[in-house]
């Protein structure tokens, strides 16, 4: 079959109304930044279901403004740690930490496509997107940059950028469970149990304070500040400004918070790593570990000459598209979630921000490999990229709808000129 048809088929088949699953089995709920995804590939074949995607991540919104990073609409016992664990409340249940700020970048994309058709559709979604920026600002930016009180609020789960504030995490408590995710995917592919416990024991504490999420920021045994967040909000607030205009908005707060994210930047760049860098905002050290984190830099028209080189550094060490984390560096690991594989998703983003920079060469070269990677083993959650090895959870939606907006251009193109 086509791979445009199949990866329309494969957001059909993970739709269940309204909302869609990042992959049947190992992710049976709605994740936060893969359902703006999914309405981003949504949008190439049925806008109106676009919207639908983004009305749904939204009506989940907290009072305070936090858009939950999942959303347990069925109870799924193959998953874990499922609401009973999370205990954070709301109809549907929800989990009690949010994910990168996607949906304002994507949503401009879906709207650009038709403006006519999406203006009404934009305009109800547009005030609940100021409200997460605003929380984005108020909560978790307090000290400067981005900052995340769990790692599974990064997107970017086990990646090296969390080590430093993990290891000051006190796993040891949490009491037995049994994981769910190793009993879908080859557990060599997944975050280790040592990692597990820690996870466990800060969803542990936001429940303990009832999820009050100024006390997790301040009390939490966790709070590193975070360069990809930093860079998609950043990205977002632009785009987020962007749609205020298309509606009559008036848009001075929004840009207010840009101009602020922007003035922090240098708190996370690290001149002996020569790159962004995350930060433990408890001690105030640097991670020192070079990631596609700080290439989302590029994203947010945030890239300096020195992150050039150590792009391509990265970059040329491997085949094929940008790996997670450094392939020089000790911790790197090819096939290990955020350590190593490639995401096509990310490249995605990385695409967005070579594009606007006017880097046809790097945004050209980056399609081709991520093309390569989709064409040769289908549409898996992530790559190994010395190899092209499929990894994590197969028919992925976010790979499907990167598929159809990005990565699959050319092969389109090829395909009419036959
Ligand atoms: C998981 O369960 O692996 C998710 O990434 C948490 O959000």
């Not at 930044?33 to 590939?41: K, R």
């Not at 290891?167 to 995710?181: E, F, M």
């Not at 966790?222 to 967040?229: K, N, Q, T």
């Not at 020192?288 to 391509?312: H, I, K, V």
Request: with cysteine.
């Amino acid at each position: 079959m086509d791979l445009h048809e199949q990866a329309r088929q494969i957001l059909r088949q993970n739709d269940r109304g309204g909302y869609t699953l990042p992959t049947h089995g190992l992710y049976p709920y709605q994740w936060n930044w893969d359902s703006a995804f999914a309405a981003w590939g949504f949008a190439t074949f049925d806008l109106p279901r676009a919207w639908d995607e983004i009305d749904t991540l939204l009506a989940s919104q907290w009072d305070d403004g936090m858009v939950p990073h999942i959303i347990f609409h069925d109870p799924d016992p193959g998953y874990f740690p499922g609401p009973d664990v999370w205990s954070a409340g709301g109809d549907p249940a929800t989990s009690g930490i949010s994910q990168p700020p996607v949906a304002a970048t994507l949503v401009r994309l879906i709207y650009e496509m038709n403006p006519d058709a999406s203006r009404d559709r934009l305009a109800a979604v547009y005030p609940k997107l100021v409200e997460w920026h605003r929380w984005w600002h108020e909560v978790r930016c307090v000290h400067g940059p981005a900052a995340i009180v769990h790692p599974w609020e990064s997107g970017r789960d086990n990646c090296p950028d969390w080590d430093i504030g993990m290891a000051n995490v006190d796993g040891s408590k949490v009491g037995d469970y049994t994981r769910r995710d190793t009993g879908h995917v080859d557990p060599s592919m997944r975050p280790k149990k040592s990692e597990y416990d820690r996870y466990l024991a800060m969803v542990q504490f936001g429940k303990s304070v009832g999820w009050d999420q100024k006390r997790i920021v301040s009390e939490g045994p966790f709070l590193m500040a975070d360069p990809g967040i930093t860079f998609i909000l950043l990205r977002a607030h632009h785009d987020l400004a962007v749609l205020g205009h298309a509606l009559d908005q008036d848009t001075d707060e929004i840009e207010g918070w840009e101009t602020t994210l922007r003035a922090a930047l240098p708190m996370i760049w690290n001149d002996d790593l020569q790159g962004y860098d995350a930060k433990d905002l408890r001690t105030g050290k640097f991670a020192r570990f070079l990631g596609s984190g700080a290439f989302l830099a590029y994203l947010a028209n945030a890239a300096r000459p020195e992150l050039d080189t150590q792009l391509m550094r990265v970059w040329n060490a491997v085949p094929y598209g940008i790996p997670s984390a450094d392939p020089e560096a000790p911790i790197f690991d090819a096939r290990r979630y955020w350590r190593g594989p490639t995401w096509p998703v990310v490249n995605s983003l990385l695409a967005i921000g070579f594009r606007d920079m006017g880097r046809a060469d790097l945004e050209v070269r980056l399609r081709r490999e991520t093309a390569e990677l989709i064409m040769k083993n289908g549409f898996s959650e992530y790559f190994d990229p010395t190899d092209a090895t499929p990894c994590g959870g197969a028919n992925f939606t976010w790979t499907a709808a990167i598929w159809l907006t990005w990565a699959g251009q050319d092969y389109e193109q090829a395909k009419g000129a036959a």
